[in-house]
């Protein structure tokens, strides 16, 4: 959240951050190699069907698919360690180093901090599932009011979590079958065949149907959410979905109100310092004018 | 009438290149009408048409009729005439001058999977052990030019000078050249053998009366099918691998015989074939190419198949419902349940 105004006023309609600029890089390159792996990889899971040859053939034909695949495959491994690091560090940055320093380290305030960062399923996710139940089996009308993050974002954020690695690995076990057969049994081989294409299948189709309604399809955002563009949600989205954030972020903006820019406010200031600037410089010419 | 004419004009300008072929037996008389056919007892139409300038650039052009249909002898012709592909025929072998038979084909076939005297069958059911034109159909000399990917006529006019400097007959030379060059390379690609042995290998009734299981459904589902499907160079087909380098393709034997290409200890030397895993070890004999899900077979494939698809189908619905769910909700907010 470094630089980025937490609250941003535009078009008199209020914005929140929602993603900062590393968050954002992360998803675009995960939705990239993820994209790039689906069309690489599923018309080899389903050659019987006619589009299977049509999108191979657009794609470069296997030739180049198998490059495509395995480049895009590698840079989401990455990303997988990458996004380890980013973990590590934000817990040194945000617990480790500001505890240690005020010498209030605990292990169990770091399981706190670790309980209570973001993406953690936690306790209220249970019962907004549960509010959520109630509120879609008509019998209550309340939504359930989420914090940054809901459970059905927490589910989509888990589900590739663990699908990196069992992708990755039989991934990696089937690049290298012959180097791979030195080390396990050939079964290994075979069931990494399996693996590898059903947990693509499911994968592929939770994140196509289920995580595209969710966040550009649903009821509210169509035909599309801005937040993995820009990084922010308009206010109406955000009171609708993450009430308590919304809540939480307007008390903090009240408190330090250095925390929200107003661009509109600000491109008024620009509009009339460039006014300035002509008369400036009109001025100064009709001197010279004068001078002649 | 007009086009009659037209027609006749050109079949006459067409003569001399038709007439060009050898017919001493003088079959094309009645043959070479497109329109000789029947309907024989199964319902089923057979044509008896001969185009004759077509066969003569088959393998077989310069063999006799009554060479191969040895068992036709007067006219109207008897009952289930059947070639015979193991006859002797007139064509001499030059090394030996002995005259030519395919009978070296059958001692490898004797020795191979596809007959009924071999002792590590399941079945040896008689009736469905294919016969040579179950496989081989009179295949056409392929030119060179569907191979290398050129566009000017395949015989290459600098070798052909070669032969011309001794050998005066032109037309023996063209058929020698064919019959040289065409078993240069395989006369079938990946994928019509894959079709060729799909006949039987992907046939129920066959199957089942076998105790086989679908090979090639199988071998589809494995990234050696799926490179062969999508044309990827080099992709191997039945025969790469059931066949030991250096036998006949018909010599393909079961993996309990030792002397097979996939026989389970030997198996790895058939992977680690120049091109295709050359730095394989005895391990990757291991892996199965014909993976049936089954429980009994192969386990660790079952059970994880099914985890898999319990898991997606767990995922999947459960969410599906729940977005349903809420689309309804969305559409209808203002439903009052009924107390």
Known sequence: MNCLPLVKIKGSQKYYLKLSHGQRYQHFILMTTFILLILTGFP?????????????????GPEVTTIIHRAAGLTMVG???????????NLFKYYLIPSLSKKSFSFKGMMKFIYYSPMFPRVKDIKDFIEFLKYALFITDEK??????????????????????????????????????QYFPGWVINISLIAHSDEAL??????????????????DKFPMSPLFLTGYLPEDIMKHEYYL???????????????????????????????????????????????? | ????????????????????????????????????????????????????SLFHSSVHG????????????????????????LNECHITEPTEDKRFSHKNVEDAIMNSVHNNKYPLLRNANSDFFPKCTDCHNNPLFKPIQIFKDITDEGQSPKALARCNLCHKDTKFIKYFYNHVSHRLHASKNNKEIVRMCERCH???????????????????????????????????????????ENESAHSIRSYKDPNSSIYSKDRWKTCAKTGCHPDAKPAIGGVRMHVVINKDLYPYEYYTALGFTALTLGAYFPLAILLILELIREIFPNIKRRK
């Open chain 2, 1 to 52: 009438m007009h086009f009659f004419f037209v027609n006749m004009l050109i079949l006459f300008l067409l003569s001399p290149f038709i007439s060009y072929a050898l017919d001493d037996e003088n079959c094309l008389l009645c043959h070479k009408y497109r329109t000789l056919s029947r309907i024989d007892e199964k319902g089923k139409s057979r044509i008896y048409y001969i185009n004759d």
């Open chain 1, 144 to 181: 359930p009011k989420h914090e940054r993050f809901h459970w059905r974002e927490k589910f989509d954020y888990w589900a590739v979590f663990w699908g990196i690695p069992v992708l990755g690995f039989t991934g990696w076990i089937l690049w290298f079958e012959t180097l791979s057969t």
């Open chain 1, 79 to 89: 990303l997988f360690f990458f996004h380890w690091y980013y973990l590590f560090r």
């Open chain 1, 245 to 292: 954030e919304w809540e939480r972020i307007n008390e903090l903006v009240k408190k330090f109100p250095e925390l929200q820019v107003n661009d509109d406010e600000y491109k008024q200031r620009m509009m009339e310092y460039e006014t300035m600037v002509a008369n400036y410089f009109a001025e100064q010419e009709s001197d010279e004018g004068e001078k002649i």
């Open chain 2, 202 to 244: 992907a046939n129920n009734e066959m199957l089942s009366k076998h105790k086989l299981k679908n090979a090639i459904a199988t071998y589809k589902d494995t990234f050696h099918g799926k490179a062969a499907e999508f044309d990827y160079k080099g992709s191997p087909d039945c025969i790469d691998c059931h066949v030991k």
């Open chain 2, 62 to 85: 310069r063999v006799k009729c009554s060479e191969c249909h040895s068992g036709i002898t007067k006219i109207p012709h008897e009952e289930n005439t059947k070639v015979n592909c």
């Open chain 1, 202 to 219: 499911l994968a592929a189709s939770v994140i196509l149907v289920w995580h595209m309604y969710n966040a550009h399809v649903n009821y």
């Open chain 1, 44 to 60: 080899l899971k389903f050659y019987y069907y006619d589009w299977a040859k049509t999108v191979m053939k657009f794609m470069g």
